[in-house]
Each structure stands twice: as C-alpha cells, then as structure tokens.
C-alpha cells in the first residue's frame, strides 16, 4: 500500500497571532492618530523597505544613530555607501558555500541535542533551540572562547527583561525607578557578555585570526565597543530568532501529522518549502521600522518627511494579492507571484534584509528532521506564548516533548 499525498493547506498558521491584534485595515497604508503611517499590504511594505528614502528606525536603532562614541556603527543601523560596503565584505560568511563547510559541526551538534533528548526521555524543544541556535551563530560571529558556560543565558538576557505595553512606539522607553534598576541590570549583563565572552574571542583573535566576523572587524581596525555592539547586534538577530522559528515550526509540525509526515520524507528541496512557508505564516519579527529622510507616496498614501513607518508583517505576508486563497493556512506548493520569495517579507527585504536567511533554514532544517523523525515523539505540553517588544515577535517558552522507551527512528529513504 501507498500512503496517499497529504492535502494542501495544512491547518491554520496562525498559532501565534495574539487575539488582541486588531484585523487588517481596507487600506494598505494608513496614518494611526500618533502619526505613524501603519502599512499592511505587501506591495506598499516592499517599496518601502526599498525605498533610498528610508532608515532603520527598530531595534532601538534612532538610539544607536544618536550615539557619537562610536565611528564604526553595527550592521543593522548603517546606511548608505557604509552599509552596502559591510554587507558586500561579510556576505561571505552566509552563503551556500560557507553554510557547507558549518554544516558536519551543526549536524553534529544536532544529534548531540538528539542524544540529550534520548537518554532524558524529554526535553524542552525551546531549550534545545536555544543551544542549537546559539553555537551557530557563535561560530559565524566567532565566539568560540568563551570564559564560563552561560552564552545562550547572557544573550538572551538582553531581550527579554523588561515587557512595555504593546500600545508603546518603536520610540517609547520605560520610566521610573523601575527603568533605573532595569538599566543597572543591562550594564551589568552586557559587562558580563562583554568579560566573559567578547573580549577572550577579540584576544584569541589577535593572536591567531580566524575566518569569522570577529576577525574581519579587527582588520578593519573596529574597537573592542564597536566588536561588542555588534556581536549584540548578531546575538538577537542570529540567535534569538532562530531560536523561536525552530520552536514554532516543531510545533506546527506535532499538530498537523499529514504535514509531519511531508516533512520527514521529503525531499531537501521540499522540507525547505515548507519551512518557509511556516515562516511566512509565523514571522519572528512581526513588525519592522523604518523613517522617511524624504517624502513618500506609497500605494497612494503621501508620507511626508520624517514619518516613522510600521511594517505589519504578518498582514503582508497573508496579502490575499500576494499569498492568495487559503493566505490563513500553510500550503507550501502555494503560488506566488514572479518576484516574491517563499518567505514573502518575514526576513524583510531591500538592503536590510537578514543575511542570515540561508543559514537559519539550514541549521532549523537539520535540527527539526532529527527530533521529527522519531515515530513516538510527541507533544506533552504546548508553548505558552507571549511578545517580545524589543525583537517585536512571538517568544514561545515551555514546548515540552517525549519519546517512548522504545523509540524507533522513522525510515527516510
């Protein structure tokens, strides 16, 4: 007998929209009474993220621009000539060639994570991302020499902390003495990541350059506060988020069997379609920033200098005029327009898209065919989700799963 095809769509992809979101406006750009323009249509949010019109204005970056101490700014917050020079010098570090020779160390350390799983019966599937996400993206940026375990908790520690409400803007920062004690937190994590784990990796560098970011900035003459802001910079971007993609689609994947079943004994090709798919249903970062150095007009809509704009991502990745029927549910075979890449705009797009997007459905892909391939796995506690407002996305914690005494692996070939 032959198992049939499964069915396309699979489910709803919405596990993680919270229900106090408000639904899509008719308009694709609208002024909110703040006057923050609020996009939600993919085509409007497209121009806008390639527009030379606009700058970085999430992650905190208005205050990173503000700041003067520094002559060489992070990746993520510069601009122009700079930051076409910085993405053109470490792209090398993230392309298919350079994955292929991470991989046999992520495979590796995939069924490292596998074996803990096996001989512990279960396992937090957020824990086991977080280890897996974070020595990637330590061996991308070069921190590999850290001091006292603990990476994964140092990084982590700078986003989640303090909760603002999410009526707040991308501008709007916490009062009081509760803001005072939680910025003595801060320094006193940073301090910590910076002792422990950036400066042995800029000295072990020194002595002996490796090809890592690390290294790269050393050549270009970075100080040790510019090497640090930027490996906080990769530590949420390469760590943090792919962390919670790896956690969401293991979870999409433990409801939905037909969709399981897809994915184990599918092809390299295949799985990827539909990781992205959960991708574009479940972006990590639900909301991107940007602000007008010039007037705009956007799918009709002026947007006069200086604006801050809102990118929904959510909205535009389930645009009915880009995702079509079904945008709600996952269908990775789903059409899209010429153009348009299967994730839609949940690594963003224009010159700040994420350079990482190869590397984070690789590493994710090797790690979720291990844990999936086991036919008794299952799921013993849901995620409990919440928002994190400094990534401006999902953060699931608590996803517990188990195996049974005898499990067997499920056949692949």
């Known amino acids: 007998m032959t198992t049939p095809?499964?069915?396309?769509?699979?489910?709803?992809?919405?596990?993680?929209?919270?229900?106090?979101?408000?639904?899509?406006?008719?308009?694709?750009?609208?002024?909110?009474?703040?006057?923050?323009?609020?996009v939600h249509g993919f085509q409007a949010a497209r121009e806008v993220l390639r527009s030379e019109q606009v700058i970085q204005a999430g992650f905190g970056a208005e205050?990173?621009?503000?700041?003067?101490?520094?002559?060489?700014?992070?990746?993520?917050?510069?601009?122009?000539?700079?930051?076409?020079?910085?993405?053109?010098?470490?792209?090398?570090?993230?392309?298919?060639?350079?994955?292929?020779?991470?991989?046999?160390?992520?495979?590796?350390?995939?069924?490292?994570?596998?074996?803990?799983?096996?001989?512990?019966?279960?396992?937090?599937?957020?824990?086991?991302?977080?280890?897996?996400?974070?020595?990637?993206?330590?061996?991308?940026?070069?921190?590999?020499?850290?001091?006292?375990?603990?990476?994964?908790?140092?990084?982590?520690?700078?986003?989640?902390?303090?909760?603002?409400?999410?009526?707040?803007?991308a501008e709007a920062k916490p009062a009081g003495p509760l803001a005072h004690l939680q910025g003595l937190w801060n320094q006193r994590q940073l301090l910590a990541f910076y002792l422990l784990d950036v400066k042995p990796a800029i000295q072990?560098?020194?002595?002996?350059?490796?090809?890592?970011?690390?290294?790269?900035?050393?050549r270009q003459d970075y100080t040790d506060l510019e090497i640090l802001t930027e490996c906080l910079t990769y530590g949420t971007a390469g760590m943090v988020t792919t962390r919670e993609f790896i956690t969401v689609a293991?979870?999409?994947?433990?409801?939905?069997?037909?969709?399981?079943?897809?994915?184990?004994?599918?092809?390299?090709?295949?799985?990827?379609?539909?990781?992205?798919?959960?991708?574009?249903?479940?972006?990590?970062?639900?909301?991107?920033?940007?602000?007008?150095?010039?007037?705009?007009?956007?799918?009709?809509q002026h947007i006069p200098g200086g604006s801050l704009v809102a990118m929904h991502i959510y909205d535009t990745n389930a645009d009915p005029a880009v995702a079509g029927d079904h945008a709600d549910q996952l269908c990775p075979a789903r059409p899209l327009p010429r153009g348009v890449q299967a994730p839609v705009l949940a690594f963003?797009?224009?010159?700040?898209?994420?350079?990482?997007?190869?590397?984070?459905?690789?590493?994710?892909?090797?790690?979720?065919?291990?844990?999936?391939?086991?036919n008794d796995l299952r799921l013993v506690t849901p995620p409990t989700v919440t928002f994190n407002e400094v990534v401006k996305g999902y953060e699931l914690r608590g996803m517990r799963v188990a195996l049974g005494p005898a499990a067997q692996p499920v056949a692949t070939s």
């Open 348 to 374: 963003g797009d224009g010159h700040h898209r994420c350079p990482g997007a190869f590397l984070a459905i690789k590493e994710s892909d090797t790690f979720l065919r291990r844990l999936l391939v086991w």
């Open 5 to 38: 095809e499964p069915q396309c769509p699979f489910g709803h992809g919405g596990l993680t929209r919270q229900a106090d979101l408000p639904t899509r406006p008719s308009a694709p750009v609208q002024p909110d009474p703040q006057g923050v323009y609020q």
């Open 204 to 218: 072990a560098r020194r002595r002996q350059p490796k090809d890592d970011l690390i290294s790269h900035l050393l």
């Open 63 to 169: 205050q990173v621009q503000s700041a003067s101490i520094m002559r060489n700014k992070p990746v993520l917050y510069t601009e122009g000539q700079p930051h076409h020079e910085m993405r053109r010098d470490t792209a090398r570090y993230f392309t298919p060639a350079a994955v292929a020779t991470y991989q046999p160390m992520i495979a590796a350390l995939a069924d490292d994570l596998m074996g803990q799983l096996v001989r512990r019966g279960q396992a937090n599937v957020d824990d086991l991302s977080l280890t897996m996400a974070v020595r990637v993206a330590a061996q991308v940026v070069g921190l590999t020499d850290s001091l006292l375990p603990g990476l994964d908790r140092r990084v982590t520690s700078f986003v989640e902390g303090e909760r603002p409400s999410r009526d707040q803007t």
């Open 250 to 300: 293991a979870w999409h994947m433990l409801r939905e069997p037909e969709l399981r079943r897809a994915y184990v004994h599918g092809t390299e090709p295949e799985r990827h379609a539909i990781l992205h798919e959960i991708l574009r249903a479940e972006p990590v970062v639900s909301m991107l920033y940007r602000r007008t150095q010039g007037d705009l007009t956007v799918a009709g």
